[in-house]
């Protein structure tokens, strides 16, 4: 059955528009549409028509409502038509974004005049569903599936709501299938059409080895591709599709075994004297390798506990020891990620299965990256392997720790950059493993984009042009793990006193053990740890300790010291000092301070008091920093290092939550974890006593927000930020009842080609509350203290100028709803449902402006989070086509009301969703 053929006597409900014969006119009309775009015309939309028959089961395309196959071919002969630009070139870059506003620009040229709109001079819903479902055939970075309506209304195409989600994904997909006509140049005439069956698509290729492989690297990225795809589409049963070559191109098994390695052996006798000639300064040299050796057994914990793993779906996986040897074993299995949040034992693992590796036939070569910067790749594997494996007839195995440790010294896109270099100098390895944190990635998509696909052709993040990296997930520790950690380091009877009296007793305790890092830094300090106040948090254990450690050295000497400097003591601000020395690492990209750099730091960083007692005591401030839990020095070179990345963003964090209520802190960035440290070591007292300059009075249901710095940003854009003017901003979300007010003033007027505020606007339990009374508005009785919604972009600003205020730019809300100190939610940085709206707390409408009390921002901002979303006078983009929105909603989830997530939409975009509150500049 072809899906035209469900379109046959089918009709608008109306009867006004026959689907059929209008699919016809648009076929014939599309060639004009698309004349230029060679690769992308005509022909292109034809196959993909062709695809769509092919792949949709006939069982499928009979649960198809008419009018959504409609809207789908209509989609198919659209989707391509941004690929001119507004010069009239043609450029790939951002189309699917182009085809949708050229549709929405001129409806008429597009053959939708003869749809009804539901308003005098709006779009036709017909074209705003066509061009919905062509802009979802963009790539997922650009456009997510998920943020697509399932549920569009237009009663004039049919009676029923239609899935444009659904519909955006099955374009997508068989774009995909004519992906390679238009990505590979001349390949693509190596490429017979794809045979397509229930659940597998195969493509035929001929030519030679080099286009099979080509070929094969492109389904690969295809299949990729088509995950999100797999995933909404099998929600309605649909069979996930999988990409195949017909052959399947592998290297033949004899390639490895060439004679280009035999031949120099055979042909080239004469050669050998001069390798030897080589060779022999290595063989003089060999008795010194073991002293510049690292003995990896030192590195790995004293009470080593294996990590478990799961995969990307959250499945166990059993131990990651196994898991990991599993894949050693496996020859076609060559580069795996080994992924985890801070502090869960990527780096202890790394180290212990080198340890253990002997016997399989591999040399272990485990390099961390953060060592590499100052030298470069090739120059620093290249010497970890000669030096580990000399001239071992057996392969290394690269164990590369910390790939998101590069994000101290460089942006996201200079990291993928880099990690290019990194995957030349890797291809000649035939097993790699690369650690990373999992917060290095800004979601789990650009995860797979980075280590899973190839380069992405101009969509997307950039990602490697080789390394395709199968990925595990190391485990938080479980009960039994903690358990038999707790039993190594404390024994059997402590071990089960402190589970039963702590650990069960204060459930953040168990939730922080689930870190070896913690655990360990929770047993070092175990009665300190017990009588912690309040919330048991990781910046109050970090703080615990490193404090308990300097009252301790502070009363503790060796006799040695005590007798060599009799009237010297430890100084008090040692953990100034630790600050500073974190502080230098974070922002110089390093993770080390040599000892003979000691006295230069000490100049730079402190006060002359202290100099005088540091230079007189430098043997006693070395000795405390070795025998610290969390700094020591390698003997060996004489470099001070941080027991674990964290200590270095908990330090910064100790520095900035003093700095930056001063307006004292350098506008670096830092990472995710050091702002949630600020967080929790900020005195609460900073928000207290905050008052406009003298002289200047906070207008009535207003707060203010004084000038200075504050932590601003999410993911890898976490950064310290600065208002340089202080403002006012609204306590509530503008009512409906102040809106209201508003529109019987100056009326619901038109601006960007809709009216103010869709007055017809309804969603499921919620609908716009004002509505026409006569010749002038009123709210729906009980809903005039509810945010107002359904309004746009132009409706609010237009409010906020009449009201004397403005909407505020995205900083400033971002401060008005998290304060200075990096925090999560307006309130902290864990989700309570009870102290906003948002889809948790299952309410499914708006609710009064007023409510949620202890949801309050630290200004006193109230609904700051959930409720509605809110406009502000920021855009999204460069081309300013888009405003963003901040803040959550009453349908959003909690991720969404997060103070540093933001949202975009078009200026003129009104849903059930949307509502505002105002700034006001300082006078």
Same mark, same amino acid.
């Given at each position: 059955?072809?899906? #035209?053929?469900?379109?046959?006597?089918? $009709?608008?409900?109306?009867?006004?528009?026959?689907?059929?014969?209008?699919?016809?006119?648009?076929?014939?009309?599309?060639?004009?549409?698309? %004349?230029?775009?060679? /690769?992308?015309?005509?022909?292109?939309?034809?196959?993909?028509? #062709?695809?769509?028959?092919?792949?949709?089961?006939?069982?499928? $395309? %009979?649960?198809? /409502?008419?009018?959504?196959?409609?809207?789908? @071919?209509?989609?198919?002969?659209?989707?391509?038509?941004?690929?001119?630009?507004?010069?009239?070139?043609? %450029?790939?870059?951002?189309?699917?974004?182009?085809?949708?506003?050229?549709?929405?620009?001129?409806?008429?040229?597009?053959?939708?005049?003869q749809f009804p709109s539901m308003k005098k001079g709006e779009v036709p819903l017909a074209a705003q569903a066509v061009a919905e479902v062509c802009y979802g055939h963009a790539h997922e970075s650009v456009c997510p599936l998920r943020d697509i309506s399932n549920d569009f209304g237009d009663s004039c195409l049919c009676k029923d709501p239609i899935n444009l989600r659904r519909l955006a994904a099955l374009l997508r997909l068989a774009d995909e299938m004519d992906q390679a006509y238009i990505r590979l140049g001349h390949l693509r005439n190596s490429i017979s059409l794809p045979a397509i069956s229930p659940g597998i698509v195969r493509m035929h290729w001929k030519g030679n080895q080099s286009v099979g492989e080509a070929l094969d690297n492109f389904v690969q990225g295809i299949n990729e591709t088509l995950e999100p795809v797999n995933d909404l589409l099998t929600e309605w049963g649909f069979p996930e599709k999988t990409v195949v070559l017909k052959p399947l191109v592998k290297k033949p098994p004899t390639l490895p075994k060439k004679t280009v390695v035999l031949k120099p052996l055979v042909k080239k006798p004469p050669?050998?004297?001069?390798?030897?000639?080589? @060779? /022999?300064?290595?063989? /003089?040299?060999?008795?010194?390798?073991?002293? %510049?050796?690292i003995d990896y057994k030192k590195l790995i914990p004293e009470h080593y506990i294996p990590s478990r793993c799961h995969n990307e779906k959250g499945d166990n996986q059993g131990l990651l020891h196994d898991y990991v040897l599993e894949w050693l074993n496996d020859r076609n299995r060559e580069l795996l990620a080994v992924l985890g949040d801070y502090g869960i034992g990527k780096t202890s693992f790394c180290y212990k299965f080198a340890c253990d590796m002997t016997g399989y036939g591999y040399v272990p070569v485990v390099v961390e990256l953060k060592t590499v910067m100052a030298e470069g790749w090739r120059e620093v594997i290249q010497r970890e392997v000669r030096s580990r494996a000399g001239d071992s007839t057996q392969s290394p195995v690269l164990i590369l720790d910390g790939f998101d440790e590069l994000s101290l010294i460089f942006d996201k896109e200079t990291v993928l950059e880099e990690i290019e270099n990194l995957s030349s100098t890797t291809q000649e390895y035939k097993k790699v493993i690369l650690t990373s944190r999992t917060q290095f990635f800004r979601s789990e998509y650009e995860e797979r984009e980075i280590l899973v696909r190839k380069k992405s052709l101009g969509l997307g993040?950039?990602?490697?042009?080789?390394?395709?990296?199968?990925?595990?997930?190391?485990?938080?520790?479980?009960?039994?793990?903690? =358990?038999?950690?707790?039993?190594?380091?404390?024994?059997?009877? =402590?071990?089960?006193k402190f589970w039963n009296e702590t650990v069960e007793e204060i459930f953040d305790v168990k939730d922080l053990a689930r870190r070896p890092i913690l655990i360990e830094l929770i047993v070092n300090d175990l009665e300190a740890v017990q009588n912690i106040a309040g919330k048991v948090t990781p910046g109050k254990v970090y703080r615990t300790i490193t404090e308990r450690w300097q009252e301790r050295e502070e009363q503790r000497l060796p006799q040695f010291i005590v007798l060599k400097h009799k009237e010297e003591k430890m100084p008090k601000n040692i953990m100034l000092f630790m600050e500073e020395l974190a502080y230098w690492m974070l922002t110089k990209?390093? #993770?080390?301070?040599?000892?003979?750099? @000691?006295?230069?730091?000490?100049? $730079?960083?402190?006060?002359?008091?202290?100099?005088?007692?540091l230079r007189l005591s430098l043997d006693n401030l070395d000795y405390k920093i070795r025998t610290s839990s969390f700094l020591s020095r390698n003997e060996a070179e004489g470099y001070y290092v941080f027991a674990h990345r964290s200590f270095i963003e908990y330090f910064v964090a100790r520095k900035l939550a003093r700095e930056i209520p001063q307006d004292k802190a350098k506008e670096i960035k830092i990472t995710d974890q050091t702002a949630l440290f600020v967080s929790e070591l900020m005195d609460p007292s900073v928000y207290e006593r905050i008052e406009p300059p003298q002289g200047v009075r906070v207008p009535e249901n207003m707060v203010y927000i004084p000038s200075g710095q504050f932590i601003m940003g999410e993911e890898d854009n976490i950064r310290i930020a600065s208002l340089k003017e202080g403002f006012f901003i609204d306590k509530y979300q503008v009512t409906n009842a102040r809106f209201c007010a508003f529109l019987n003033e100056r009326g619901n007027q038109q601006e960007g080609g809709k009216e103010w505020i869709d007055l017809e606007g309804s969603y499921e339990k919620e609908r716009c509350r004002i509505k026409r009374d006569g010749d002038c508005f009123a709210v729906e009785s009980g809903f005039e203290d509810h945010p107002v919604i359904y309004v746009s972009w132009y409706g609010a600003s237009a409010y906020a100028k009449l009201s004397g205020k403005r909407l505020p730019a995205e900083e400033e809300w971002e401060k008005a709803a998290r304060g200075i100190d990096g925090r999560v939610y307006p309130w902290g940085n864990e989700f309570d449902k009870k102290k906003c709206n948002t889809d948790e707390s299952k309410i499914d409408h708006a609710t009064p402006v007023k409510n949620y009390q202890e949801g309050r921002s630290p200004y006193g901002c109230l609904n700051i989070a959930g409720n509605s979303w809110e406009w502000t006078n920021s855009c999204y983009n460069e081309e300013k086509e888009l405003k963003v929105l901040r803040g959550g909603s009453w349908y959003s989830y909690r991720n969404d009301a997060r103070c540093a997530n933001c949202d975009r939409s078009n200026p003129v975009g009104m849903d059930s969703l949307n509502g505002f509150r105002c700034a006001r500049t300082l006078k």
């Open positions: 059955m072809r899906l #035209d053929e469900r379109l046959i006597e089918e $009709k608008t409900t109306d009867g006004s528009i026959d689907f059929h014969e209008h699919i016809l006119r648009v076929r014939e009309e599309a060639s004009s549409w698309l %004349e230029g775009n060679d /690769k992308n015309g005509v022909e292109h939309s034809k196959r993909l028509e #062709d695809y769509l028959n092919r792949l949709i089961p006939d069982e499928f $395309k %009979e649960r198809l /409502k008419p009018a959504e196959i409609f809207i789908l @071919l209509y989609a198919v002969y659209l989707h391509d038509i941004g690929y001119r630009n507004e010069q009239g070139e043609i %450029e790939s870059r951002d189309h699917p974004l182009r085809s949708k506003k050229y549709i929405l620009k001129d409806t008429k040229k597009y053959l939708f005049d050669t050998l004297p001069k390798k030897t000639v080589v @060779l /022999k300064p290595l063989v /003089k040299k060999r008795p010194t390798l073991p002293k %510049e050796q993040p950039r990602s490697m042009t080789y390394p395709r990296f199968e990925r595990i997930y190391i485990s938080l520790f479980d009960d039994e793990q903690i =358990k038999r950690y707790l039993d190594l380091s404390l024994g059997k009877e =402590k071990s089960e990209g390093v #993770d080390r301070l040599h000892f003979k750099t @000691l006295r230069d730091a000490i100049n $730079k960083y402190f006060d002359n008091e202290t100099k005088k007692m």
